[in-house]
DNA sequence: CGCCGTCTTGACGAATCTCAAATAAAGTGG
DNA sequence: CCACTTTATTTGAGATTCGTCAAGACGGCG
């Protein structure tokens, strides 16, 4: 009686910021016997983090479904209306802003354990595009449950405002990235966030794959992929990292911190 | 029994963005007996806007105290715990990112009718900066009895909701604008967004004067003050606008829109 | 094996920043 | 209210960063 998330059709969009070139099939909704939080390995990481068991098992009650995403899978289009937050249980998306205009920017990498769509309560309808980097799965978090969970308990309540605060607090972030780094500082410092990110979730800290092409991050960065691509030249050849392709090793942490903190 | 919401000192920190050069004296609270959302002339543009009397009624619990600001005086300063929204009154503030190397950006002008505060809840401690901009006027909202009401009444929680929303929507265009546009891009949409909030709040919207320095506009728009100069006087060259000093007049909003449309 | 999307690198130019100096406006104390 | 001090604004000239255009290399997939 709910599918009502999973109206998320595949097709090409004039909107698509990817290049998708072929039409796709729709989005698959899984079974949702096995959406609980209760016992997901990512409570740590994820909505449940700082809730005790009792509270845990609350959630298990919005996680009705979850979806699966194969790369470049569409799953928030912008303009489509708005009735779940998507937990991301394995994988990775990129989020895109797309003006009237179809200027676009990528505007956020999200990886498991991290939240998206909460840009459209406001105005009951998404502004932003969600697109899988690669094969992934999601959960599906129902606004309408979360609300009313949030209603009867307070942990869940100050769960979710602590969920749209820290959405708040990591586009801060970024503000000044784009408005006060030079393009290096970006760099430096979108090496110095995957890594912080990676290493909190048990995996490598210093060395990882990115999801991302040079375009893409590009975009997220507020340059052109050249700069990018130069940059990363120049950071392997400084010894500050080793790269090859999307393969990124950081060698010299504190070089990269010093690039960022130097005030010009 | 609840002064902590102003406990807000005035002296001089080390953070302050603004170059404030004398001591200042306490913020003082106001009495709380005016501060009634249900009578209040903001309704239309504030907290209150959709609800009806009665859940407006409701919000009278909420707002306990007023703060009066006079220029330059620091509403919230970084690091400090978070106890309560703020909706301003009268008057306007800026809000004043701060990275601990110093790094600083102004991430927000705001008037009459809208809230600043969110970006606390999520590690119960503030991010930015407020500073009043000229004389004014806010309403205290502490965030427990927010939360209290919200439990209790689902259009409180809306509210709430569509409030931290649409934060993350202001700052999603913010992004966008430093992300993607042109220096004469970004000018001409901020004259275009402030022209559309003052016009939604009954002031001239083609009339209005700036609060903020060009160097506190450029450091928002992420360039350089002289940049911002010398594109007001090129701005005015050019017909499209009158500027003297603060005091800036639209003339041709549809080449300013043309402006920011273009893609180059 | 060849195509296509991605990435690298170079050369050049435009946009923007930096530094500097003059002018205008605002704030301060008498 | 005036004279003085400080802060804000404008404008110019030169330096720098980054974007643009172009060509070729790389690599994965059919």
Redesign the pocket.
Known sequence: MEAAAVAVAGSVTPFSGA?I?RPRPMLREVSRAMAQCSTCSLQQHCVPVGLDMEAARLLDRIVTSRIRLRKRDVLIRPGQPFTALYAIRSGSCKTVLIAEDGNDQVSGYHIAGEIIGADGIATARHDCQAVALEDAEVCVLPFERIEQLARNDSRVQATLHRLLSSEISREHNLMLMLGTM???QRLASYLLDLSQRYGSRGYSSSEFM?RM????I?SYL?????????L??RFHREGLIQ????LVKLLDRIALKQLVAAS?
Chains 1, 2 share one sequence.
């Open positions: 290049t070139t030079r393009a290096h990115l092409t040079r375009e893409e590009g507020g340059l052109e992929l050249e700069t990018v691509s130069r990363f030249s790269v090859q392709a999307r010009a």
